[in-house]
């Protein structure tokens, strides 16, 4: 899609970490540091334990505790290091599901898309299902009725049983998958409220579910005004996972299989950078171990033991955490402000709308926009990006594969600020400001 504009492009649609915030140097002071002992370089360089580089995972224990303040401090055994969110999707998949007898994949729309074709890979083609979000960010009610009529007919059918996968001591394979962003959401930015978390729990016990959430914007939070004073040491929300552990007896409750109905899929891809192709899943000790058993994993060993041994170097010593206090969190406040800014200014007054106003903590790297109607996002992003050289993602793109509930997304308008040049923001903002006005003139004419 050729621009005929001469000014330069403006990318709101890739969502990578600007190459002037990529940590280099704390990542080449950590390799030097770890690589030039042999106690560390000489196991970093063999096959790892099954669970993951164990000094990671205590570093991380430590460090996630700290953030997250949970009821009980975290343990190594209820975590796994992985080679990244995505790549452990899959092995969760591989361990905790059959294509049969799980009976569907319930994703909170609009959804991180990209995840859809990890499920369809996984045999979930044509059984993905989505969970429209209210101004909670999931809409609880709508969810445990679809399920209960989808447990209804399995139940008819006669599908009673895993067909496929073999029974196997360290795991289970589970009726149902929920998978959410819950905390700044890719791509509505919405963050679930504790309220709606403990439904969820409620819902995903009630059906045998297992709630997989991307936690991977977590700690990039800030004041949504800068003169806002609003502690930030901690989490604004318990995770999924956390309300997992404590809600009405928690994993060990009397009756429970000590499974849990819950993992947090977490990636240093968004504090460090993405080609790090390593992250952690965090569950029960017994979903933790079962986990590990991933058959790719007791191939060929734990994931990314290279880079996960430089990593420990960088979250023992405190420089990844002072990297995303004093470095990553005031850039992407500013980027936000920035362009939130510009869109009261700019797309506010054109009828642009913004979901949960009013919030005191904001983070993640996208804003969500619903166009006035009768504008519609495929055609603006077309628009956009051929007579003013500014891509953006069209909503409908975020739907849920093979759902009929993306008719839905057909306004809304993704905008991420994390990759663009800061001095380019603001202008790109305004261009988009200029193609609402001329559709909406052109509407009111036509």
Same mark, same amino acid.
């Given at each position: 899609?050729?621009?005929?504009?001469?000014?330069?492009?403006?990318?709101?649609?890739?969502?990578?970490?600007?190459?002037?915030?990529?940590?280099?140097?704390?990542?080449?002071?950590?390799?030097?540091?770890?690589?030039?002992?042999?106690?560390?370089?000489?196991?970093?360089?063999?096959?790892?334990? *099954?669970?993951?580089?164990?000094?990671?995972?205590?570093?991380?224990?430590?460090?996630?505790?700290?953030?997250?303040? /949970?009821?009980?401090?975290?343990?190594?055994?209820?975590? =796994?290091?992985?080679?990244?969110?995505?790549?452990?999707?899959? =092995?969760?998949?591989?361990?905790?599901?059959?294509?049969? @007898?799980?009976?569907?994949?319930?994703? #909170?729309?609009?959804?991180?898309?990209?995840?859809? $074709?990890?499920?369809? *890979?996984?045999?979930?083609?044509?059984?993905?299902?989505?969970?429209?979000?209210?101004?909670?960010?999931?809409?609880?009610?709508?969810?445990?009725?679809?399920?209960? &009529?989808?447990?209804?007919?399995?139940?008819?059918?006669?599908?009673?049983? %895993?067909?496929?996968?073999?029974?196997?001591?360290?795991?289970?394979?589970?009726?149902?998958?929920?998978?959410?962003? /819950?905390?700044?959401?890719?791509?509505?930015?919405?963050?679930?409220?504790?309220?709606?978390? !403990?439904?969820?729990? $409620?819902?995903?016990?009630?059906?045998?579910?297992?709630?997989?959430?991307?936690?991977?914007? *977590?700690?990039?939070?800030? /004041?949504?005004?800068?003169? *806002?004073?609003?502690?930030?040491?901690?989490?604004? !929300?318990?995770? #999924?996972?956390?309300?997992?552990?404590?809600? +009405?007896?928690?994993?060990?409750?009397?009756?429970?299989?000590?499974?849990?109905?819950? =993992?947090?899929?977490?990636?240093?891809? &968004?504090?460090?950078? /993405?080609?790090?192709?390593?992250?952690?899943? +965090?569950?029960?000790?017994?979903?933790?171990?079962?986990?590990?058993? =991933?058959?790719?994993?007791?191939?060929?060993?734990?994931?990314?033991?290279?880079?996960?041994?430089?990593?420990?170097?960088?979250?023992?010593?405190?420089?990844?955490?002072?990297?995303?206090?004093?470095?990553?969190?005031?850039?992407?406040?500013? $980027? @936000?402000?920035?362009?939130?800014?510009?869109?009261?200014?700019?797309?506010?007054?054109?009828?642009?709308?913004? %979901?949960?106003?009013?919030?005191?903590?904001?983070?993640?790297?996208?804003?969500?926009?619903?166009?006035?109607?009768?504008?519609?996002?495929?055609?603006?992003?077309?628009?956009?990006?051929? +007579?003013?050289?500014?891509?953006?993602? %069209?909503?409908?793109?975020?739907?849920? @594969?093979?759902?009929?509930?993306?008719?839905?997304? &057909?306004?809304?308008?993704?905008?991420?600020?994390?990759?663009? &040049?800061?001095?380019?923001?603001?202008?790109?903002?305004? $261009?988009?400001?200029?193609?609402?006005?001329?559709?909406?003139?052109?509407?009111?004419?036509?």
């Amino acid at each position: 899609m050729a621009s005929t504009s001469p000014r330069p492009l403006i990318n709101f649609l890739l969502g990578w970490p600007s190459t002037s915030l990529l940590p280099a140097a704390v990542f080449r002071a950590a390799a030097n540091a770890s690589l030039s002992k042999s106690s560390i370089a000489e196991p970093a360089l063999l096959y790892g334990p *099954d669970g993951g580089y164990e000094p990671l995972r205590e570093a991380l224990a430590t460090w996630l505790t700290s953030f997250y303040k /949970p009821k009980a401090p975290i343990s190594s055994h209820q975590l =796994c290091v992985t080679g990244g969110a995505s790549q452990n999707l899959a =092995c969760i998949l591989q361990v905790y599901t059959d294509p049969l @007898y799980t009976r569907n994949v319930w994703m #909170v729309s609009p959804t991180y898309y990209l995840a859809c $074709r990890i499920f369809e *890979d996984s045999g979930f083609n044509g059984k993905l299902r989505s969970v429209p979000e209210d101004a909670g960010g999931v809409n609880i009610d709508y969810l445990r009725e679809a399920m209960s &009529k989808s447990e209804n007919e399995a139940q008819r059918s006669g599908n009673n049983k %895993p067909m496929i996968k073999p029974p196997r001591a360290w795991n289970k394979i589970y009726r149902h998958i929920i998978y959410a962003v /819950p905390t700044f959401s890719n791509p509505s930015s919405k963050t679930m409220p504790l309220g709606h978390r !403990e439904e969820l729990v $409620r819902v995903a016990r009630e059906f045998d579910a297992l709630i997989i959430t991307d936690d991977v914007y *977590d700690q990039l939070q800030w /004041p949504a005004q800068e003169q *806002d004073e609003v502690a930030l040491d901690r989490a604004i !929300e318990p995770r #999924v996972r956390d309300v997992d552990r404590y809600l +009405e007896g928690g994993t060990e409750r009397t009756g429970a299989d000590g499974f849990g109905n819950s =993992c947090s899929n977490g990636s240093f891809s &968004k504090i460090v950078g /993405p080609g790090c192709r390593t992250g952690w899943a +965090e569950g029960s000790e017994k979903f933790a171990y079962g986990l590990s058993q =991933c058959g790719s994993t007791r191939s060929g060993g734990a994931p990314s033991q290279v880079v996960a041994a430089i990593l420990t170097d960088s979250v023992e010593s405190g420089s990844l955490q002072e990297h995303i206090m004093g470095t990553l969190r005031p850039a992407y406040a500013r $980027r @936000y402000r920035l362009v939130i800014d510009a869109i009261q200014k700019t797309l506010v007054p054109l009828g642009i709308e913004l %979901p949960q106003p009013g919030r005191s903590v904001i983070g993640g790297y996208f804003i969500w926009i619903q166009l006035p109607k009768p504008l519609l996002a495929s055609e603006f992003a077309v628009r956009s990006k051929e +007579e003013h050289n500014v891509v953006v993602a %069209p909503g409908p793109i975020f739907g849920v @594969y093979g759902d009929e509930r993306e008719e839905e997304l &057909k306004r809304a308008v993704r905008l991420c600020f994390s990759w663009e &040049k800061e001095e380019l923001l603001v202008e790109g903002i305004e $261009r988009l400001g200029t193609l609402v006005k001329g559709m909406l003139d052109a509407a009111r004419e036509g």
